[in-house]
């Protein structure tokens, strides 16, 4: 199973956010060391991105808010969407995100 997880749900809409681009990053201090990037799928998800675990420190889910805004038709006042979380332990951490034109909420999921 994937280290992270995330699903995207379209809460103007209703219905899963597909094509929505995500990209895991490293965070040490002000730098970031890209680890994956995927897309999410019909179900708004992404279940791999290819990681088995986490090593200790910071990590950052960047979703590409814009181009999903584009391909909907939506104007959207976000343009992107940065979650910086520290895992407590190298166990599974699945990140949902909520979305809207004007607004959003993650949380940790299960």
């Known amino acids: 199973m994937s280290a992270v997880t995330t699903h995207v749900l379209d809460t103007a809409l209703g219905r899963p956010a597909v094509g929505v681009p995500v990209r895991l990053e490293r965070v040490d201090g002000d730098t970031a060391e890209v680890l994956a990037i995927a897309v999410t799928d019909s179900d708004g998800r992404i279940r791999d991105f290819g990681l088995d675990r986490l090593d200790p420190g910071g990590y950052r889910l960047v979703f590409g808010v814009a181009y ?4 909907t038709g939506q104007d959207y006042f976000l343009s992107a969407v ?5 895992p407590a332990d ?12 004007f607004a959003c909420s993650v949380y940790r999921g299960s």
């Open 82 to 86: 940065d979650i910086t979380f520290t």
């Open 90 to 101: 190298s166990g599974h951490h699945h990140v949902p995100l909520l979305l809207s034109p």
């Open 68 to 71: 999903y805004a584009a391909t």
